[in-house]
Every structure is written in C-alpha cells, then in structure tokens.
C-alpha cells in the first residue's frame, strides 16, 4: 500500500514538473507558487536532490531587490488564470505578482541540507541561498512591522496562503470594491464555484491589487495604505521557524551576521507571538491592525503557531484543542473549528482539511515532544489519501476530495510522511 502510494506521488510531481519549477495543478495553477515550491521540494528531495534544489533556487531568481519574494512567478503565459500578470503590473522581465506567501523557504532549505547524502552540493547551493532568504525575512520585519512589535502583518488574504478564511471576514469589509474593472474569474471554470471564495470576496482582493499597482509596488507605501493589515499566528509561525533554521544554519556555515540577526529576530518573534494566545479557544487567534483589536475566530491559522518553537506549554494546549476538534470532525485537521457557526466543509479555508497544513502541525507538535496528536494527524493524512486520492484539500466530515486533483503539494506531502516515518521507525 505504502509503496502504491509513494508512486502515485512520484507520478504526481513528475506531471506537474515544468523542469525547474512545478506547477501546483495542471489548469487551475498554471505557474510557480511560492510556499507551494517549496513545500514540494522537500518531496523532490526524497527522489532527486538536486531537482529539489532547483525548485527553491528558481523561485529566488525571481526575488525583487527589495528583498521580497513573491507568490506567483508567470514563467510562461496562460491565460486560464485570473488575475494575470496585466493585472498586477509589476513591471519585471518576467512578470510576478506583487505580493508575498507564507515563508516556509528557510525552514525547506535546512531540511534539505540536513537530509541530503551530497553534502558538497548541499553545502555550496545552502550557502548561495541563505542570504536571499534572510533578506527576505529581513524585508518583512522592515516592511511588514513598521512598528516594531516583533510581528509581520499580511496586507493581502492571498498572503497568508489561507485565500477565504473566516479570520479576514469583518477586516475585509472595510475593503471596498467600486472601481474594480470588470473581470472574467477562471478557478470557477476549473474547479466547483461552491468550493470556492465568493464573488464579492473576489471583488474585494481585486481592489487591493489595484490600489497597490496605483503605488507602483512601493512597499515602505503599502502596509500604510492597506485597510487590510492582518497579524496571523500561522503566518508569522511559519517565518518563525524558518527564522530559527536560518539561525541554525547560517552559525553551521559560517555565516555568523546571519546567525546572529536571525536569533534576535527569533527571540521578539516568540515573545511577541504570545500576545495572540487566545486561552478561551485554546490556540492562538489574529489581530487586526487597522482595528486594533484580536480577532477571536478559531482558525487553523492559530494551530499552525504550533510549526514555531514556541513554548511547551502552549503546544500542549494545541495539541488537546486538537483533540476535541477530533470529537467533532472525522479527519484532522478542519482549517475553521467544525463547532463554529461559520465552518463550511467544502469551502476552500472555510473548513477544508489541507495535507500541507497538517505536516506543518504535525512536524511542529512532534518537536515540542506532542508526538501522539502528530501520529495522529499524519495517519488522517494518509488515510484521506488513500481514499480520495491526491486532491487540493477534503470534506473534514466525509473525505470527500474537493478543489484541483492531481495536486503536487499534496503529492509531495504524502513522500514527506511516509519517508519520515520510515526514518523515525
Ligand atoms: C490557493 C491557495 C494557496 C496556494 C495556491 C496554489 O490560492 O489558497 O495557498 O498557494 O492556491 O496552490
């Protein structure tokens, strides 16, 4: 079974692979996606090394001199996917979109240099790549943080990674939506309209692209002007651990500027981290920064934390939040709380189970010495795969696969777990 699987996943990364990037999914995703790349290295690099470096080494080609790195590259055109490079008009040689994904590359890069049995290369290509990460990382707490506090804040939902959450809900109101020019949407075409975000909800992430076009992609103007500024838990814990690995890294490379930066950023993020603790929900919860107030909505985005070191305590506390959603749900982990009025089980980040999403919690509760729920959570993985196949994400309640097939990253999740579970076995 184990094997039917990992060559099921194998066939998956090899349809989507376009040579030195892989598309998510055929149709739906025809480009490069940023914390997709580097999700589905780490599945590359249980069968190719050196392709799964190149797919991390190709997104960073595309990094702008401000130091930001992007969420989509259009390598190529294809007009199946809206919005298009007109769009976003960010003017590159080879068009980007303008605004920035969940910063997983440090964290991917560490596992690939530590995993890897060609230790010359590995060396060599990790130390050409660890100062574009950190100038990446060095660009959010520049420009994302302009405050200070320790903590980036997203200023597009498509940021986060977690498009329609129910966490942007009432923030996303004060978005307007007059002067949108008309648009023809293209993921309604490829997958289930009732999977997907809304039509106002579509309106109102147009408008923001257009308001930043009209600032030239100015980013020390964007933050400032956003009426979206979110602090997400998920998001700031994912750049915390690839924080903490750069750390790692750059002092076993010799990059001691590096090393150094990268703790201090780690130290403020972690304690800053806490004052999104949510102790009625067990978790961590967004804050609005326009608002200046918490979001109390029991997302995923508060349980992804768990990838950061942060404290002990906290994880287990995740980690029996988890277990009551497991009274409520058939397979873990729901990205919006089965209990709350506002889950919908088949709308994108309204409900849905996402694999990338749960190798994030689960590698980050197994660390933090959580190792049943992480078992736990890795079994519902495959589980689901098992019975419905490599899909974009699934029904929590019924398995059932909903959004774009054939996906990579849920492809290379399934190597990612079944090999590591190999190694711990
Ligand atoms: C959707 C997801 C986002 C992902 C992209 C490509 O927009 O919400 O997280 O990166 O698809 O798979």
Known sequence: MTEALLQKAAHILQVNDLGKYTVPTHGLYPFQWNWDSCLTALGQSHLNEDRAWTEIETLFEHQWDDGMVPHIVFHKEDDGYFPGPGVWGTNRPIPTSGITQPAVAGFAIKSLYDRSQNKTDARRRAFALLPKVFK????????????????????????????????????FLRVPTDGVAPFVRRDTQHADPAHRPTQEQYERYIWLVQTFRNLNWDNSKLHDASPFQIVDPGFNGILLRSVSEVAALAADLGLRDIAEASASQLD????????LWNEKR?????????????????????????????PKSRAETIAATLDTQSQNCTYLVASHDPRDVHFDAKRYWRGPVWLIVNYMIANGLHAAGQSAMATRIDKDCLTLIENSGFAEYYDPHTGEPCGGGQFTWTAAMVIEIIKNAKVAA
């Open 136 to 171: 990446w990382h060095e660009w959010f707490y520049a420009n994302r943080d302009p405050k200070h506090s320790g903590l980036v804040a997203i200023i597009h939902p498509w940021e986060s990674g977690r498009d329609n959450s129910v966490d942007w809900d009432d923030a």
């Open 268 to 275: 403020r993020g972690i304690a800053a981290l806490d004052s």
């Open 282 to 310: 067990g978790q961590y919860t967004c804050y609005d920064r326009v608002a200046g107030c918490l979001i109390d909505s029991p997302s995923i985005g508060g349980l992804l934390a768990a990838f950061a070191p942060i």
